[in-house]
């Protein structure tokens, strides 16, 4: 098994099977560039100090503890032994209490994923157990997890040879989306152009490979550093512009019927043919014949 540095050590607990299990993150920040504020004349980085009213008295970090802000605008201090004793089961364990259909979560509640894996030999049984239970009924665990002092909404899942957990956001944390679209209009559509969408999408629809898109941005950002450092001259980041490529297209339907490589209609067709006349007569218009550039040079 391969050696994963965790950062959360537990149990998973289904009924009364308990199996220890640690959390591995399953994000990477390695392709995202790091920049920093910093000062112009000492090119000294910005450092930010903890402070206090309006004096801005620098306050020590022996002096900083929790607060909960009341309405009237104090605080109740909390002080770290008090929080600890608040003793939450899923600091240490993370309890399936109910089962799920896969497709039942709408994907704008999931959050963070995270890779679970078994501590120890004695638990990977359990754990391949629990994992092949799961695919098979083809069903989402859901529980709770403290994570860095927060209790998160989890669902847990089969990834590969393993299992994933994902935080999920509380109903309280997710807007109400009929009421963010409330504006947008109901008028009926016209079928053709529908029609022309959905064989678009045909057309380009493919299995899902994360590999095949790149960070344009970080890997601009970090040609510019480079030719920086090396002492040249800074250049424009590439895609620069914020106009899309091709012009400006204002009939929806044409854009349609050119991104799916449908012929115009035959409307269309006499002013097609009708504008490459135009082209061929535009040279005779713009270039000199050769008698005038004769003419020309005896001058």
């Known amino acids: 098994m391969a050696t994963a540095r965790s950062f959360w050590k537990g149990h998973l607990r289904l009924a009364l099977v308990t199996i220890p299990i640690r959390l591995v993150s399953a994000t990477a920040s390695e392709d995202k560039v790091a920049l920093h504020q910093v000062d112009r004349k000492t090119k000294q980085r910005i450092r930010y100090q903890k402070v206090a009213g309006e004096g801005g008295r620098v306050v020590p970090q022996s002096d900083i503890v929790q607060g909960y802000e009341l309405d009237d605008g104090n605080y109740v201090l909390l002080e770290p032994d008090e929080l600890d004793k608040l003793k939450l089961n899923t600091r240490h364990t993370v309890e ?98 529908i029609d022309m969408a959905k064989k ?35 250049t424009e980041v590439a895609g620069g512009s914020d106009e899309p490529s091709g012009g400006t297209v204002i009939d929806f339907m044409e854009a349609l019927r050119r991104s799916t490589g449908k012929s115009k209609t035959k409307s269309s067709g006499g002013r097609a043919k009708t504008a490459a006349s135009a082209q061929k007569r535009e040279p005779t218009k713009r270039e000199p014949s050769k008698a005038q550039k004769r003419k020309t040079r005896g001058r």
């Open 96 to 193: 399936l209490t109910e089962f799920v259909e896969a497709c039942s979560i709408d994907p704008l509640y999931f959050d963070n994923p995270y890779y679970v894996l078994p501590d120890g030999d004695v638990a990977e049984e359990g754990y391949r157990i629990i994992r092949d239970a799961l695919r098979a009924t083809k069903k989402y665990g859901i529980g709770q997890l403290t994570i860095r002092g927060r209790e998160n909404l989890i669902a847990m899942k089969p990834c590969g040879d393993g299992l994933l957990i994902e935080t999920l956001r509380y109903a309280s944390e997710v807007r109400d989306a009929d009421a963010i679209f409330s504006d947008i209009g109901t008028g009926k559509l016209r079928p053709e152009l």
């Open 200 to 234: 678009l999408i045909d057309e380009r629809t493919r299995k899902f490979d994360p590999s095949e898109f790149k960070n344009h941005y970080a890997e601009a950002l970090r040609a510019l550093v480079k030719e920086k450092v090396a002492g040249g001259l800074a």
